[in-house]
């Protein structure tokens, strides 16, 4: 089942295990449950300290695998077979249910040993979803420190039936004993402010004891990881505050474009800008969200939480998310059939007919991806023309279940109530309207700054939503800088987003530089 080259990894990894872990699975008659089998097989065979056992629970679903800690008495179950995306969830599983240190805060592991309520989560997911892994493993995590919470990874699309009984149509999808409890990224804070009622309040007063950071970077993409690097670098006081580590780049599945990374993914490079970021002391203060920026004496970042963040320069790097059509049926259907991401929730719509709105490189791409997976894919384009590479164009135009419709107005997303069952379209050219029957609908016509939290404060943006900044990074607020795909930056890439970062940063420091000197000036007239 597994290459030898990853045993020989995997065996250096299982050396850290201090107690024993149990694989014990669940099979049928399926070739998926005969992978299954191998894989735990193969992982057996890598430490004296797994070992692999028969589930004979005739309730359980199959195929699957549960690992169990006899010493901790918890439970992680994988339902289905956890390779693609999702292989280092299982990975982190095996270690944490043996005794390998969890990588999270003093503060979070006390808070999740604390639980005292029993916790069933069922996360839905597809593996070749980039988002799904992040939230799958901060629930393992969980499970392994506190035997009263359960978790279940369920492969979408080797349990159809119950995707459709339990009408998933996006990913990842939670369950928290038996009900929905989240749809979509969410980080462990999240997770814990949910679960614990007591936890936001908490974290806002820590968060308001702070001191004054020299540099606070708002957001925690390219740009704002690449700004805080540049900061720290310079021995100043530096925070990051974000939603969650890695913005828009965790969503993206392949890039290509990188200078001197010949190909890399999104969670991967992800990854690597966090544990950068890491290598100074950064004050890392994930799932927080901005609701306000404003000046006294000092900068203040008001967040949602309620806790306010003071510093003496700030560096606003929060990104953008993908447009909405803001046609009547598209909220409504949000989550059930209508989606944003073809990698992640591509493989819930196997073998039926789909529509992608947009015809730029990344409405293009993800036709060309959906086609391998869906029975028909339809391309709507407002314009007259498509917008994407002339190769993607011609890749698109060479499958048999790609359609190309232009001068294409989306004009209501259709549904039954549950879930999507088609869209209305007006043909520009001839004003006729036409409905298609559908199953989904992927909306990918670019992307909108995250800045509505700036529209009452003194930084100026363009009628666009967009931070105005010079070519320094500064904005119309002293001491307020800007950078990545939030500004006026013409180009929206993920290079260009980390330039603008180290920019912003630098801009700040002669700020303060700058700022210091007048004041020591005036104190000494």
Not at 200 to 227: H, T, Y
Not at 441 to 451: A, D, E, K, S, Y
Request: aromatic share 6%.
């Amino acid at each position: 089942m597994l290459e030898q080259n990853i045993k020989n990894q995997l065996t250096s990894h299982f050396s850290a295990l201090k107690d024993p872990v149990e694989l014990v699975i669940a099979l049928d008659d399926s070739n998926k449950a005969k992978e299954l089998e191998a894989l735990a097989a193969d992982l057996a065979s890598l430490s004296d300290q797994i070992t692999v056992t028969n589930n004979p629970d005739t309730e359980v679903r199959r195929p699957s695998m549960t690992l169990y800690s006899p010493k901790r008495e918890t439970h992680i179950q994988f339902a289905g077979v956890p390779m693609g995306h999702e292989f280092t969830s299982l990975i982190l599983a095996v270690l944490q249910s043996g005794g390998h240190p969890a990588k999270a805060s003093e503060d979070e592991i006390a808070q999740i040993q604390a639980l005292e309520s029993e916790l069933n989560f069922e996360m839905y997911i597809s593996l070749s979803c980039q988002t799904c892994p992040q939230v799958v493993q901060a629930l393992n995590l969980m499970a392994a420190l506190n035997p009263l919470i359960k978790t279940t990874m369920i492969d979408g699309a080797l349990f159809q039936d119950e995707v459709s009984e339990r009408n998933v149509l996006a990913v990842p999808a939670v369950y928290l004993n038996g009900e929905l409890f989240s749809q979509g990224a969410v980080t462990l804070t999240d997770i814990l402010n949910k679960v614990d009622v007591n936890a936001a309040a908490k974290q806002a007063a820590k968060l308001n004891d702070k001191e004054v950071f020299d540099v606070l970077v708002v957001g925690g993409g390219p740009a704002g990881a690449s700004a805080a690097v540049y900061a720290a670098r310079k021995g100043l006081n530096t925070g990051v505050v974000a939603e969650r580590f890695g913005g828009q780049v965790a969503d993206t599945m392949s890039i290509e474009n990188f200078i001197s990374v010949k190909a890399t993914e999104g969670p991967k490079l992800v990854a690597q800008l966090e544990e950068h970021v890491k290598q100074y002391d950064v004050d890392v203060m994930a799932g927080q969200r901005a609701a306000k920026v404003y000046r006294d004496q000092l900068l203040h970042v008001e967040l949602q939480s309620g806790a306010t963040l003071k510093a003496k320069s700030i560096i606003l790097a929060t990104g953008a998310r993908w447009r909405n059509m803001n046609v009547p049926g598209e909220a409504e259907y949000k989550g059930r059939g209508v989606a944003y991401c073809p990698h992640c929730d591509g493989p819930l719509f196997k073998g039926k007919p789909v529509a992608v709105i947009g015809g730029g490189n990344s409405g293009i791409e993800a036709a060309i991806d959906l086609a391998n997976i869906v029975e028909h894919v339809t391309v709507l384009e407002f314009a007259d023309s498509l917008r994407a590479d002339e190769v993607l164009i011609k890749k698109a135009n060479s499958l048999s279940n790609v359609t190309i419709i232009k001068n294409a107005q989306t004009t209501e997303v259709l549904g039954d109530g549950k879930r999507v069952t088609g869209l209305s379209y007006t043909d520009r050219v001839t004003q006729q309207s036409h409905e298609l029957t559908l199953a989904g609908v992927f909306v990918q016509i670019g992307l909108v700054p995250n800045t509505e939290f700036l529209k009452d404060s003194q930084v100026s943006l363009t009628q666009f939503g967009e931070i105005e900044i010079d070519n320094k990074g500064a904005t119309s607020m002293p001491g307020v800088y800007g950078a990545g795909d939030a500004t006026t930056e013409p180009f929206k890439q993920i290079i260009i987003a980390m330039g603008s970062g180290a920019t912003a940063s630098l801009g700040a420091f002669d700020y303060l530089i700058r700022h210091a000197q007048q004041n020591e000036q005036e104190q000494a007239a």
